[in-house]
């Protein structure tokens, strides 16, 4: 069964400390990893990942791929209070052109002033 | 851009009634779009894909008769709930993928359905 496991669930930090967000999968044909940023409403795309070792990168946001370990972080550096959000990855599937997602059950970042 | 729009942001019905979401890609020809419940402090978890002018594709554990999905052009699907309980009450949020990019998804931006 495909599975994203985020870790750790909740975490919060204050403004200026960098953070890591963890996300293992088991995705069957696994094509790709995205990062989502939610916050009050629908999600809203971070990054994309389909190659190993290559960091991706936006402001204080980073990301890489580790398909060896079957695994993703996503750093934030110098986090501020509109970092506030649920972070969710999730692992597209890769048997057909459909571009199903399984998404992890999310990290729920606080940042305080 | 990508955007796509969802209609009503949010609905409150009695049980029993049924209630229609529509999804719709704005400036783009959606050839797959998405259906995601999310209840509250969880993820997103997928109900089922839909292709235009073909059946969806529901996920294990989803009932097709109460959940109907429709993609009847490339740029709208419907998701009607049908008989609803307070059960069904959730977040429901469509995506959307463009035919040549169909590895990214576009999300609408939610609509909240409560059933009382």
Known sequence: ?????????????????????????????FRSLLWYKQEKKAPTFL??????????????????????E???????????TGDS????????H???NTGKLIFGQGTTLQVKP | GA?????????????GTSVKIECRSLDFQATTM??????????????????????????????KDKFLIN?????????????AHPEDSSFYICSASRRAQYNEQFFGPGTRLTVL
């Open chain 1, 70 to 80: 079957l695994s993703s972080i996503l750093n934030i550096t110098a986090t501020q």
């Open chain 2, 34 to 63: 998405f259906w995601y419940r999310q209840f509250p402090k969880q993820s997103l978890m997928l109900m089922a894909t839909s292709n235009e002018g073909s059946k969806a594709t529901y996920e294990q554990g989803v009932e």
């Open chain 1, 85 to 92: 959000a649920i972070y969710l990855c999730a692992g597209r």
């Open chain 2, 71 to 83: 993609h009847a052009s490339l740029t709208l699907s419907t998701l009607t709930v049908t008989s």
């Open chain 1, 47 to 68: 990054f994309m990942l389909t190659s190993s070792g290559i960091e991706k990168k936006s402001g204080r946001l980073s990301s890489i791929l580790d398909k060896k």
């Open chain 1, 94 to 96: 890769g048997s057909s």
């Open chain 2, 3 to 15: 955007v796509v729009s969802q209609h009503p942001s949010w609905v409150i019905c009695k049980s």
């Open chain 1, 1 to 29: 069964e495909d599975k994203v496991v985020q870790s750790p669930l909740s975490l919060v930090v204050h403004e200026g400390d960098t953070v890591t967000l963890n996300c293992s999968y088991e995705v069957t044909n």
